[in-house]
């Protein structure tokens, strides 16, 4: 026993662990283990942390998807709790996208320059606030398609998107890896190589059900000119 009677150390240190593990239970009484290991992940604080756990509990049919779409869209935030907090806002307004939510065109869009799910996201919530949605994601396409990095490359021009600015023609080449790139390599490689094609033509052809009926006329005019011969003998 220490000097003046009290406990030992390490017991005062387990009680100090119990009471923070009994505060932080207190805290969280209701709060769905969901929404608590979110806010526990990103630092959320109560206030946010407790409008989320009401807003979620309405969202019974999508709230697997939501909440996906809350760890995404959290991720990399500067003030986790306010972005939440803005996130809430969107839900009571009937604003809020989640996983399943996404637009088909975004979706379409996110599959063919290869977005990562954050990058997806972000672009329909920014793209639904532009007057001209579909023309802005066109001169977007035009950026991805020569990146190598298309989500990264993404998430820097959404922040022009927010602050309403247009988006720029691009006027740089093509990365090496993107996708303008890859069909530059393939132009490149079948005009070095035009013998490509005539085979490629050539076994075609061949197997045509055209060229196929002419063989088989062929062949067969053969024969009656052999039998022809025979009856003359």
Known sequence: MPPGGGPPPDIVSQMTLWAADAYDQAKNAGISAEVAELSEHFGIDERATKALDVEMKKREATYREDMEALWVGLEGARNPSGMLMLKVKDMMAGNFKGMSALDGVVQEFAKRYKLDAQAAIKLSEVIGNREDGEGDMIKLGKHLERSNKPSALLMMMLKNLRDGKPVKEPEYAAA?????????????????????????????????????????????RSRDKKRSRSRRR
């Open 176 to 220: 090496i890896g993107s996708r303008v790139n890859e069909k530059d390599k393939e132009k490149a490689f079948k005009e070095r190589n035009p013998w490509n094609k005539s085979r490629s033509r050539g076994r075609r052809e061949r197997n045509s059900p055209r060229r196929s009926d002419r063989d088989r006329d062929r062949r067969e």
